[in-house]
């Protein structure tokens, strides 16, 4: 078994989290471990995009290979950030390692690659598409947060037609630079105190999440 599937979403939202849906504060100095497990989920879906895109057979609902374009978008949005992020905090001293300095030359041909499939994902309306999850895909969430079925159901239809398209557009939207309003700099300082009091920085993936359902 594995949890990537749970685990490349709950990194995504705990990125959303502590930068506060911004470049508010530098991720890839505060969370390098965070920061490289996101870059790899998307290495991973955008690899299985381009086998799609192929026309390789493989366990989506329509016979090919299954991509999940909101994982996609999320990771793409949460680099682009980290990016900015660290552009406004190239002098500083987590920058000039040799690992910060490797990732960050990393990221635009990924992010390149990431943001062209996302535009030629786009329906004629503007929207992006939902794309269900297989029915036999062992990623696929289990989390219930409703509690009658029917109330799930209707949920979920929602809230999936939306989701690929307020994924796929943050995801494409510019960067603002780092904000210097009080409410921003609140933000950072509580931020790097938890993370501080945590240990957060010198934590990692558990070994499950690392491993993703076999390549198609």
């Known amino acids: 078994g594995s949890d990537f599937g749970e685990a490349s979403y709950l ?3 705990c990125a959303y989290w502590l930068t506060d849906y911004s470049p508010s504060i530098d991720l890839l100095a505060e969370a390098p471990w965070l920061c490289a497990f996101v870059k790899q989920v998307l290495e991973f ?25 909101d994982a996609i978008a999320e990771c793409t949005d949460v680099l682009r950030s980290v990016q900015a992020a660290a552009a406004a905090t190239a002098n500083s001293a ?13 990221l635009p041909p990924l992010l ?21 999850f297989p029915l ?13 079925a029917e109330a799930v159901d209707e949920y979920s239809a929602v809230y999936d037609a939306l989701h690929a398209t307020w994924t ?14 009080s409410r921003a700099s609140l933000h950072g300082e509580r931020v790097r105190a938890l993370m501080r009091d945590t240990n957060f920085r010198q934590q990692d993936i558990p070994k499950r999440a690392r491993r993703s359902r076999n390549k198609t």
């Open 11 to 13: 990194a995504t939202h």
């Open 94 to 106: 987590a920058a000039d390692s040799g690992s910060s300095r490797r990732f960050v030359t990393e």
């Open 168 to 181: 796929a557009t943050t995801a494409l939207c510019d960067r603002c630079p780092p904000s210097r309003d």
């Open 112 to 132: 390149d690659r990431a943001c062209a499939w996302l535009q030629g994902m786009q329906l004629d309306d503007g929207s992006w598409p939902h794309v269900p």
């Open 45 to 69: 879906w955008l690899e299985e995009a381009e086998k799609r895109d192929q026309g390789m057979a493989g366990h989506g609902r329509d016979g090919l290979v299954y991509a999940d374009l």
């Open 136 to 148: 036999d895909d062992p990623m696929r969430t289990t989390m219930v947060r409703l509690p009658s």
